[in-house]
């Protein structure tokens, strides 16, 4: 299980364009203080993301994603627990759990004076992403994995 998330984190931080189109590209995440001060810049991208409607062909939001992806890999403050009810629930979808990765960031760094348990996050994400694909524009749907969550 290690292995696929840790592929699957690999995988969506190693989207590269050869063109500059944010600053996303251009912050260093190198030390502690580099870290601290991304975390606007985090939220920034993750509220892009589910503010626009997906579309595979947006370099602004794998930029973003890309950047919270490294953001949260190598941050020494927080730790993200992606467990299998995340892949469950996004059902091998790499967009929707893109999604999934962007929110559990936002909401650690929106919840850091009160960081939630892992199953309140997951939570909170969850609903974020119901809320997200419920809006056909956005062109993103649920899996049938979220579609069971809705119910419940």
């Known amino acids: ?6 592929s ?15 600053r996303f590209d251009e912050f ?13 810049l985090v939220i920034e991208g993750v509220n ?8 595979k062909n947006d370099i602004k939001r794998y930029q973003a994603l890309s950047f919270v992806m490294n953001w949260m890999e190598g941050t020494p403050e927080y730790r993200f627990n992606i467990d299998q009810k995340a892949v469950d629930m996004t059902n091998g979808n790499d967009d929707l759990l893109g999604m999934y990765f962007a929110g559990l960031a936002k909401v650690i760094l929106e919840n850091k004076n009160n960081i939630p348990n892992d199953e309140t996050a997951h939570n909170m994400v969850v609903k974020d992403l119901l809320a997200y694909t ?4 956005n062109n993103l749907k649920p899996s049938k994995g979220l579609k069971k969550l809705s119910k419940s």
Do not use: C, G, V
């Open 134 to 137: 419920s809006i056909e524009s």
């Open 28 to 40: 260093k995440l190198e030390t502690k203080e580099d870290f601290h001060s991304a975390e606007n």
């Open 8 to 22: 699957a984190l690999l995988f969506l931080s190693s989207i590269s364009f050869s063109q500059d189109f944010s």
């Open 48 to 55: 892009y993301m589910f503010a626009t409607p997906f579309n």
């Open 1 to 6: 299980m290690k292995h696929f998330i840790f």
